[in-house]
């Protein structure tokens, strides 16, 4: 079984890590799946594209790394 964190392919097809930073800030190959996403959570959540914002984005996404918090659950 695969636990969080153990990727199949660590690596992208451009050569970066994968990771979300690669997806939402980097990585080409995903530049037309990234615009959709970020027009459409944009539009849902009515505000517009800023560093700001995909820092919150960022934020959220990659949030595995929580130490104090997150273990008392299991
Ligand atoms: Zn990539």
């Not at 964190?5 to 980097?26: I, K, M, R, W």
């Amino acid at each position: 079984m695969h636990q969080l964190g153990a990727a199949d392919e660590p690596y992208c097809e451009c050569g970066e890590p994968e990771s979300v930073e690669n997806f939402l800030l980097q990585c080409e190959n995903y530049t037309r799946e990234r615009k959709t996403l970020f027009t459409n959570l944009y539009n849902g959540l009515g505000i517009r594209p800023t560093d700001v914002t995909k820092r919150l984005l960022l934020t959220t996404t990659t949030n595995t790394d929580d130490p104090g918090h997150g273990t008392a659950n299991r």
